[in-house]
């Protein structure tokens, strides 16, 4: 495989200052990925509740479930929104999205 030279020297220092600058004025902006994630969690804030449940799930499975949420002391619920988030569905944290500490 080839050799790759990359040459730094003819970077003036006028170049170097712009891009500080950038940065500098771009360092009180939001995150825009932050902004959504509030966004989000304000609007699951707000939402209806509603029953979620799966019936005749087999007991060892909702046991071993009931057991992994304990063991990582966590509620079933926060246990489940791991879950959520592990299958790549977003999920912000529960203390987030908790009307009672709203």
Known sequence: MGQIDVDLTDID??????????????????????????????????????????????????DRFVAVAHERGITMKELFYDCLRAGGIDVPEAAEIDRRRA
Do not use: D, M
């Open 13 to 62: 220092a006028s170049t170097i200052q712009e891009a500080a600058g950038i940065a500098e004025l771009a360092a009180p902006l939001p995150s825009a990925s932050r902004a959504r994630r509030a966004a989000l969690s304000a609007e699951l804030k707000r939402a209806p509740r509603v029953q979620f449940a799966f019936s005749q799930v087999p007991k060892p499975i909702k």
